[in-house]
C-alpha cells in the first residue's frame, strides 16, 4: 500500500488541522521534558512541531522511511532539530544497531506508539537503553481495551492500556513513575461515536468539531481530576540499578 493511502498516514493528516489539540497535548507532557529530547515515532511532527518552536534540543525519529523522510524535508532548516534517527523498537538486538546511542538523551517522549508494538516490553527496554541515567521518559498510549474499535484494528494498535497497566509496564521496565494520569476525558464520547458507527478512518469533520471543544475539553479534564481519559500518561525516571 502507498504510504500516502494507509489508514495511519490519513489520520495524522487529520489530526495535523487539530492545532488547539495538538497544543493541547504539547502543553501537557512540556513541564516534563527537558535537556536533549529524543521523539521516538514523529510521524509528520504533529507534536514536534511546537518543541522545535519553542526552541528545545530535539531529535526527530521514526522508523516509516516514508514518515522520516517528510521530517526531514520539513524541519530540516531548524537549527534545534539536532539530528534525525530511522529507530526500530522491535528490531532484533537493538542495542547492538543503536550502540552509537546509547545514554544519549535526555527526555524521550512517546506519544501513542506503543500500542502499535507487538512486544512492547521489549521496546521500553530499548527505550531505556537510549536515555541517560535518571533520565525522563515521557508515554502517551490510548486507554480502556473497551474502547477498542475498528479504528483502533485499522491502525494496527494491538492494544489499550489503563493507568494501572502502563504503570506496570514502565515499572517491570527498571524505571520508577514520578507521575500518572489520564488525559482527554471529553475524548471517550467521541471515541465512542467512532465505535458504535464503526468508523474505519477519523473524520475530518468530527475532528475538526472536536478541536473546537478543547478549551471544554480541558475544563472537564480539571474536573474529573484526570482520573478518566481516553489517553494515559506516565512520566517516569530511569533507575540506576540496572546495568545496560
Not at 57 to 86: M, P
Amino acid at each position: 500500500m502507498n504510504p500516502t493511502d494507509n489508514t495511519g498516514n490519513k489520520t495524522l493528516n487529520v489530526i495535523a488541522d487539530a492545532d488547539k489539540f495538538n497544543s493541547w497535548m504539547y502543553q501537557t507532557i512540556k513541564p516534563f521534558t527537558y535537556g536533549s529530547i529524543l521523539e521516538i515515532g514523529s510521524g509528520i511532527g504533529n507534536i514536534s512541531k511546537y518543541f522545535i518552536q519553542n526552541n528545545y534540543s530535539i531529535t526527530l525519529s521514526d522508523f516509516d522511511e516514508f514518515y522520516l523522510d517528510r521530517l526531514k524535508k520539513d524541519f530540516s532548516s531548524n537549527n534545534n532539530v539536532k539530528d534525525f534517527q530511522s529507530i526500530d523498537l522491535q528490531k532484533k538486538d537493538f542495542q547492538a544497531e543503536y550502540e552509537n546511542l546509547k545514554e544519549s538523551y535526555d527526555t524521550i517522549i512517546m506519544l501513542n506508539v506503543l500500542e502499535h508494538l507487538e512486544d512492547d516490553a521489549y521496546a521500553i527496554e530499548n527505550c531505556r537503553y537510549l536515555l541517560k541515567q535518571n533520565g525522563t521518559f515521557i508515554i502517551l498510549v490510548p486507554a480502556y481495551s473497551l474502547l477498542y474499535s475498528r479504528m483502533d484494528k485499522e491502525l494496527n494498535h494491538f492494544r489499550r492500556y489503563t493507568s494501572t497497566s502502563l504503570k506496570n509496564k514502565i515499572i517491570a521496565g527498571d524505571f520508577s513513575v514520578r507521575k500518572s494520569f489520564y488525559f482527554n476525558f471529553l475524548g471517550i464520547f467521541a471515541w465512542l461515536y467512532g465505535k458504535i458507527l464503526r468508523i474505519k478512518v477519523l473524520p475530518s469533520s468530527e475532528m475538526s468539531l472536536f478541536n473546537k471543544l478543547v478549551p471544554l475539553g480541558k475544563v472537564l479534564d480539571k474536573i474529573v481530576f484526570n482520573k478518566i481519559g481516553l489517553s494515559t500518561i506516565v512520566v517516569a525516571k530511569k533507575q540506576s540499578s540496572k546495568s545496560v
